[in-house]
């Protein structure tokens, strides 16, 4: 299995970005993704997450209103839309699967992790 996070760049305040997670190895109906950031000297921070199957999310608050997931499911690949970016939103953005749980949109525990995506959002 494997996890390719990818579309991290560097933008200005109030730009946007998308960023693609593809996943291999797996099907995405039944999988939970989430997508987590995490900056220098601060906790990894879950923002997002997706059941594939129904397509229910959750959103942090912190990125409510202005960040978006999706999932192509005939892709197997799941998107975070991210808009209205400001300089707070730079991190190493990581995504992760965790197998559906019933009940759960986001899943418990998860097993699989793509490699860090940097995005950078100057002032």
């Known amino acids: 299995v494997q996890l390719q996070a990818s579309g991290g760049g560097l933008v200005q305040t109030g730009g946007s970005l998308r960023l693609p997670c593809a996943a291999s190895?797996?099907?995405?109906?039944?999988?939970?993704i989430a997508w987590f950031r995490q900056a220098p000297g601060k906790e990894r921070e879950g923002l997002s997450c997706i059941r594939s199957s129904d397509g229910s999310t959750v959103y942090a608050e912190s990125v409510k209103g202005r960040f978006t997931i999706s999932a192509d499911n005939a892709k197997n690949t799941v998107y975070l839309q991210m808009n209205s970016l400001k300089p707070e939103d730079t991190a190493a953005y990581l995504c992760?699967?965790?197998?559906?749980?019933?009940?759960?949109?986001?899943?418990?525990?998860?097993?699989?992790w793509g490699q860090g995506t940097q995005v950078t959002v100057s002032s």
């Open positions: 190895g797996l099907t995405l109906d039944y999988y939970a």
């Open positions: 992760a699967a965790a197998p559906s749980v019933h009940g759960m949109i986001c899943g418990s525990e998860y097993d699989y």
